[in-house]
């Protein structure tokens, strides 16, 4: 006749607790998707603040107009900065006092009225212009160099327009380099008399020559 045997103690004793070591696994399965959800609320969150960050996207076939359209392009019509403005354009300028003072004589022989007078070598050709600048597609942290009778700035480029003081020689020219592409292409804007253009689109390194006029 069969009959059941009884569980030793021992095994009767294991069935009734929970295995430690399942019970650890299990914690720490919980606590990786509780850090894993965290997680992508976090990131639901900051892209809900900040928005996503988009790049240039100009079509080869926009490049080449643009190309094609600075070529053309006599100058560029920029402001001149006024006597009274003088102070506050140096003062954005941020030369070191020798500088400063090298181009304030400059200006000064440039405008004073006795330069009518004075032997033509003698009369600065140096005048102090404002240009615009801003970038004309996306704003995703172009920035360029600016360079233009000796002084040189870096600009990063934003939707909004922003305006430098810039020294100009008797070259009438100012250098504009790509430094840093956010992304297609830096994407570069400036002020053209009451008007605006958009200049042919830098590669990093790459430097235009734009004439101006004032």
Known sequence: MKHLEPLPKSASQSLGKPKPAVSSSMSKFKLFMA???LVAGLGYGMTAIWGTVSS????KAEQATLVA???KLKSIDVEPVSVQDTDTALDSMQLQPPQRQQLQTALL???TPLATAMPRSQVSETGLVWITLWDFAAADGDVVHVSSAGFEMDIVLQKSQTRIAVPVDSSKTVKISGV????????LGVKNG??????PVLQTAQTLTVPVSF
């Open 69 to 71: 359209e600075f070529a």
């Open 194 to 199: 009451a008007g605006m253009v958009s200049l």
């Open 109 to 111: 022989n440039r405008s």
């Open 56 to 59: 240039d996207s100009v079509s």
């Open 180 to 187: 840093h592409d956010g992304g297609g292409g830096i994407t």
């Open 35 to 37: 850090g894993m959800l």
